[in-house]
């Protein structure tokens, strides 16, 4: 083994490096110094997204360990730019006095959650694999409760470590019944012996629900509400689309590469997954208050829309699942930003409480309500299209019925997203929210999004990009 | 540049003033030069349209443009007009610019209505101008949602319930179409999008029988058909004048022209297969719609209802199969276009005088606003299909063109839908008689003042329309029925 093999990490090696300059200057650095740390934090993980934007060729390195795919460095891409989007959001709450004193810890546990993900992404065996997913879920607990004062934070902790860890077991356990019945864990070789056994269907559905659980799937998804409303809202906004969004394309590739022997077994699981999820998240969406509950049900909802990718098994859907993850990322941390500032500003969560809000914080209702249209799938917003692919791809396997139950569902989900711009827009309120001002980060944060929700849809160029570096079954 | 794409920029840079106006001036002027030279350019493109065809130009679209844009899926951003389209053209430019005039002294927060009229004002040119079925997609969405926040925020009684059914149902409605949309793109062999293309591709007839039904309700449930109808009294009923106006105008008209351009026109077989439930059902929206205007008080609800009734008949006459119901179907699309939108303008003028729309607490406002309920007789009669005004030029046609159907079903069908002009003159004479002559029922009324300026103009732009139809019918039903002729499956 030469060490050139380590050149194929350098995404890894440059986010390492990025975050040993952090531990090293938040250690040593002078108190005046310090306040700059924000600021140099996003700038130096904004060059390490840079230096990554373009995908390298595709490779292979310590002995099939570690693959690298076009598409995996594309979707590292969008969780870079999802993380320095959550990054500049996360200024106030970081600089508010209970969270001051850990703030140089936060960058560390983030950007080491962010390294699993990548971990997962470039796995070509399964340990490799399972050594990413646990480096992605146990600091995440941590971010979960590092409000860790507050009672629902504390739990939000608890719920997820628990959780995690559970799911991890039982995905294992089903990687040892993988080991058990075919004697290697190379994703390259084990297509080769895949064959259909009753053993290797139980070892496919343990290890899945792993996924599952990660991205929070009905009936796996009960930890989902209660963490989200608990942790603090950026780690909430980081929890919803990165790690969710990695999760999702981890989940497609393993089963398109390993698992394409498997196709009927596990298109059979997704089918009656995809139906659960969207249709029972819809439902209760429609009775939260809480806009963070709220918003866990939604995302648990576009999760069963990401899935439509997944189970169409084509190249259509790889793109298309990619695609929808960019976009129901850009609109989801668009509606965290603006929740994100108002909370911190006023402490207000509830629907009741956006009441009238346009009166009073025009630009920031704006901004929320074509989130809400984009996660909503309402045209010339960014999330129409990516709907539309992702049911053009289902519905190329001939899987109409369900594009059809997913379509209905979409009313449900538009119903919930306007009784939000309902809220803002016309009911009445006398005591509304106050103006609030936002920081520069929020505000580029905020800029960013929308330019995203708008232009993401109207210009191909970046959908058709995607289409170059896909592969199906 | 395709000039056809003028009709989409023009709304667009409308919109982008929008955002930067200040007070009510500026943006009285944006929206009043950019929906004139919208109409100038609705009517200069049907003079060049009938000159290209008086030149012997045969092609089934003129001055089509196309440019690959999602080319993984086939999708163009392609444009071009027929004659069905050019009358629709014209009908939502004439709607849009009187629209206009009618909000011309909205007071609640009047940058983000007309920012929301702009809006529906893209999608629906951009409806009438794609030949390209994403596209049009596209474009139809984009005129389904504004409507939810200016029936919301600027609308009057149980807004928000009505608001909120509109929406959803009409979204309802585009999910069906959404997948029938899919269906027929892979169905036809997943090589193109655009709708001509689409044709000459045969479709399998199993699937044409489950594709048809859900792009024919998709769209029907726009055109008020039976029994997805019951958004549209709610949402006429509760949205201020001027969507009043665009939504029953040229909204509903876009369900109507979907119908065709879509359902008929790319799965004729299912069509002729299916077409016995779907008339039962549009036959009831005529009947049924005209019945439940007589009992209505509200003066929106009759409209509503009678909308409802007059755009079943659009409807019906589409699955009539004909070239000559066909005709008339575009025909009565553009006459009830004109004739209910003046309708609306007329009520929300005579809301705002009396504040009440209720006709029990109204009546001789033929001595106080003797222009206004002029205007209210000359809508009445061309609903009721007076000679010489556009209602009976339309219904003419679909009747004589229905009846060539010979077999028993259509012809039985086609005499209860002719039932229907006897109950619509019903309840267009007796709001009329209540209404405008009869006693003056409220004494404050007698201080009532007629229309204004901008009123008068919005309503004389709208007579003239419906006469120059009415009497010189010919222009238009030649243009529309040659391009009937020359899509037509026979």
Same mark, same amino acid.
């Given at each position: 083994m030469g060490y050139s093999n380590f050149l194929f990490l350098k995404e890894e090696l440059s986010l390492i490096a990025v975050m040993v300059i952090l531990l090293v200057y938040d250690i040593f650095g002078s108190k005046k110094s310090l306040n700059y740390?924000?600021?140099?934090?996003?700038?130096?993980?904004?060059?390490?997204?840079?230096?990554?934007?373009?995908?390298?060729?595709?490779?292979?390195?310590?002995?099939?360990?570690?693959?690298?795919?076009?598409?995996?460095?594309?979707?590292?891409?969008?969780?870079?730019?999802?993380?320095?989007?959550?990054?500049?959001?996360?200024?106030n709450w970081l600089h508010s006095e209970a969270v001051l004193i850990r703030r140089g810890e936060f960058y560390f546990i983030l950007f080491s959650t962010l390294l699993g993900m990548y971990f997962m992404i470039s796995s070509g065996n399964f340990l490799m694999f399972f050594i990413g997913l646990e480096m992605a879920s146990i600091p995440t607990a941590v971010l979960a409760a590092y409000d860790k004062y507050k009672h629902d934070t504390a739990e939000a902790g608890a719920k997820y470590i628990l959780s995690a860890a559970f799911a991890s077991g039982l995905s294992l356990y089903g990687i040892s019944l993988i080991y058990g019945t075919t004697g290697t864990l190379y994703f390259a070789d084990l297509p080769a012996h895949i064959d259909g056994s009753t053993l290797q269907i139980m070892a496919f559905a343990f290890?899945?629900?792993?996924?599952?659980?990660?991205?929070?799937?009905?009936?796996?998804?009960?930890?989902?509400?209660?963490?989200?409303?608990?942790?603090?809202?950026?780690?909430?906004?980081?929890?919803?689309?990165?790690?969710?969004?990695?999760?999702?394309?981890?989940?497609?590739?393993?089963?398109?590469?390993?698992?394409?022997?498997?196709?009927?077994?596990?298109?059979?699981?997704?089918?009656?997954?995809?139906?659960?999820?969207?249709?029972?998240?819809?439902?209760?969406?429609?009775?939260?208050?809480?806009?963070?509950?709220?918003?866990?049900?939604?995302?648990?909802?576009?999760?069963?829309?990401?899935?439509?990718?997944?189970?169409?098994?084509?190249?259509?859907?790889?793109?298309?699942?990619?695609?929808?993850?960019?976009?129901?990322?850009?609109?989801?941390?668009?509606?965290?930003?603006?929740?994100?500032?108002?909370?911190?500003?006023?402490?207000?969560?509830?629907?009741?409480?956006?009441?009238?809000?346009?009166?009073?914080?025009?630009?920031?209702?704006?901004?929320?309500?074509l989130?809400?249209?984009?996660?909503?799938?309402?045209?010339?917003?960014?999330?129409?299209?990516?709907?539309?692919?992702?049911?053009?791809?289902?519905?190329?396997?001939?899987?109409?019925?369900?594009?059809?139950?997913?379509?209905?569902?979409?009313?449900?989900?538009?119903?919930?997203?306007?009784?939000?711009?309902?809220a803002m827009f016309i009911n009445k309120n006398d005591t509304p929210i106050e103006t609030v001002h936002s920081d520069a980060y929020t505000r580029i944060s905020l800029v960013a999004c929308t330019i995203g929700v708008i232009a993401l849809g109207l210009i191909s160029a970046i959908y058709e990009q995607l289409g170059t570096f896909s592969f199906g079954i | 540049m395709n000039f056809l794409s003028l009709f989409v920029l023009i709304p667009v840079l409308m919109l982008c003033g929008l955002f930067m106006t200040r007070n009510m001036k500026q943006i009285r002027w944006?929206?009043?030069?950019?929906?004139?030279?919208?109409?100038?350019?609705?009517?200069?493109?049907?003079?060049?349209?009938?000159?290209?065809?008086?030149?012997?130009?045969?092609?089934?679209?003129?001055?089509?443009?196309?440019?690959?844009?999602?080319?993984?899926?086939?999708?163009?951003?392609?444009?071009?007009?027929?004659?069905?389209?050019?009358?629709?053209?014209?009908?939502?430019?004439?709607?849009?610019f009187t629209g206009t005039f009618t909000s011309w002294k909205i007071e609640t927060m009047p940058k983000e209505f007309f920012l929301w009229f702009c809006l529906l004002s893209i999608g629906v040119f951009g409806f009438f101008i794609s030949t390209d079925l994403f596209t049009m997609f596209m474009f139809y969405e984009i005129a389904l949602i504004p409507m939810y926040l200016l029936i919301g925020v600027w609308g009057t009684g149980k807004k928000e319930y009505a608001a909120m059914k509109l929406t959803l149902m009409l979204m309802g409605g585009s999910a069906l179409l959404l997948v029938g949309i899919l269906g027929i793109y892979f169905a036809s062999g997943a090589s193109t999008m655009n709708l001509l293309e689409l044709a000459e591709q045969h479709i399998p007839e199993v699937m044409q029988r489950w594709i048809f039904p859900l792009t024919f309700i998709g769209f029907?449930?726009?055109?008020?058909?039976?029994?997805?109808?019951?958004?549209?009294?709610?949402?006429?009923?509760?949205?201020?004048?001027?969507?009043?106006?665009?939504?029953?105008?040229?909204?509903?008209?876009?369900?109507?022209?979907?119908?065709?351009?879509?359902?008929?026109?790319?799965?004729?077989?299912?069509?002729?297969?299916?077409?016995? @439930?779907?008339?039962?059902?549009?036959?009831?929206? !005529?009947?049924?719609?005209? %019945?439940? /205007?007589? +009992?209505?008080?509200?003066? *929106?609800?009759?409209?509503?209802?009678?909308?409802?009734?007059?755009?079943?008949?659009?409807?019906?006459?589409?699955?009539?199969?004909?070239e000559t119901a066909m005709t008339g179907a575009v025909m009565q699309m553009l006459s009830h276009g004109l004739m209910t939108a003046l309708?609306?303008?007329?009520?929300?003028?005579?809301?705002?005088?009396?504040?009440?729309?209720?006709?029990?607490?109204?009546?001789?406002?033929?001595?106080?606003?003797?222009?206004?309920?002029?205007?209210?007789?000359?809508?009445?009669?061309?609903?009721?299909?007076?000679?010489?005004?556009?209602?009976?030029?339309?219904?003419?046609?679909?009747?004589?063109?229905?009846?060539?159907?010979?077999?028993?079903?259509?012809?039985?069908?086609?005499?209860?839908?002719?039932?229907?002009?006897? @109950?619509?003159?019903?309840?267009?004479?007796?709001? !009329?008689?209540?209404?405008? %002559?009869? /006693?003056? +029922?409220?004494?404050?009324? *007698?201080?009532l003042t007629d229309a204004v300026w901008y009123e008068r103009f919005a309503v004389i732009v709208l007579i003239i329309a419906i006469a120059g139809i009415g009497l010189a019918p010919l222009w238009v039903s030649d243009m529309i029925h040659f391009s009937v002729d020359s899509l037509w499956p026979f």
């Open positions: 740390f924000h600021p140099v934090a996003c700038v130096l993980f904004l060059a390490h997204t840079l230096l990554n934007l373009f995908p390298s060729e595709a490779s292979e390195a310590f002995g099939g360990m570690i693959i690298n795919t076009p598409m995996g460095d594309i979707v590292k891409t969008i969780l870079n730019v999802g993380t320095l989007i959550v990054l500049l959001q996360a200024r290890f899945a629900v792993g996924l599952f659980f990660k991205i929070s799937l009905v009936p796996f998804h009960l930890w989902t509400a209660d963490v989200y409303q608990g942790a603090p809202t950026t780690v909430t906004a980081y929890l919803s689309v990165i790690s969710k969004g990695a999760g999702a394309f981890v989940l497609m590739t393993i089963l398109y590469k390993v698992f394409g022997n498997l196709i009927d077994e596990w298109r059979t699981i997704c089918y009656a997954l995809i139906v659960l999820t969207i249709t029972v998240a819809n439902l209760f969406a429609i009775r939260q208050q809480n806009l963070k509950r709220f918003l866990a049900y939604s995302s648990i909802s576009q999760a069963g829309y990401i899935l439509l990718g997944v189970i169409s098994g084509n190249e259509l859907g790889m793109t298309s699942l990619v695609y929808y993850i960019l976009v129901y990322m850009i609109s989801n941390l668009a509606i965290f930003g603006v929740i994100g500032i108002i909370e911190h500003r006023t402490g207000k969560i509830t629907i009741n409480d956006y009441n009238g809000l346009y009166k009073t914080n025009p630009r920031l209702s704006f901004v929320m309500m989130a809400l249209f984009s996660l909503a799938g309402i045209p010339p917003f960014a999330g129409f299209f990516s709907k539309f692919f992702i049911f053009a791809a289902a519905a190329q396997e001939g899987f109409y019925v369900l594009v059809l139950i997913a379509c209905l569902n979409t009313i449900i989900s538009l119903y919930y997203y306007l009784l939000v711009v309902k | 944006i929206c009043a030069t950019g929906s004139s030279l919208l109409l100038i350019l609705a009517a200069v493109l049907t003079f060049m349209y009938i000159g290209e065809r008086n030149a012997g130009n045969t092609e089934a679209m003129l001055f089509t443009a196309s440019a690959v844009w999602y080319a993984p899926l086939n999708i163009h951003y392609s444009i071009g007009v027929d004659g069905i389209s050019v009358a629709m053209l014209l009908l939502s430019s004439i709607i849009v029907g449930v726009l055109g008020a058909l039976f029994p997805f109808h019951t958004w549209s009294p709610d949402g006429h009923a509760s949205a201020p004048t001027a969507v009043s106006m665009l939504h029953a105008g040229v909204l509903m008209k876009l369900g109507g022209y979907g119908c065709f351009r879509v359902a008929i026109f790319l799965m004729p077989e299912a069509a002729k297969e299916l077409s016995w @439930i779907f008339i039962l059902l549009t036959g009831i929206s !005529v009947v049924y719609g005209a %019945y439940s /205007a007589i +009992v209505q008080t509200d003066l *929106k609800y009759i409209n509503a209802y009678s909308s409802v009734s007059h755009c079943g008949l659009v409807l019906f006459a589409i699955l009539m199969y004909n309708f609306f303008a007329l009520i929300g003028m005579i809301y705002g005088r009396t504040h009440t729309r209720d006709i029990r607490e109204m009546g001789g406002l033929m001595k106080i606003m003797p222009f206004l309920a002029v205007g209210y007789v000359i809508a009445g009669l061309a609903s009721l299909g007076l000679p010489g005004l556009s209602g009976f030029v339309a219904e003419m046609t679909i009747f004589v063109g229905a009846f060539q159907n010979a077999d028993v079903f259509h012809r039985v069908m086609t005499v209860i839908a002719c039932t229907s002009i006897v @109950i619509t003159a019903v309840y267009i004479l007796r709001v !009329v008689g209540k209404l405008l %002559y009869g /006693a003056v +029922v409220n004494e404050h009324h *007698k201080q």
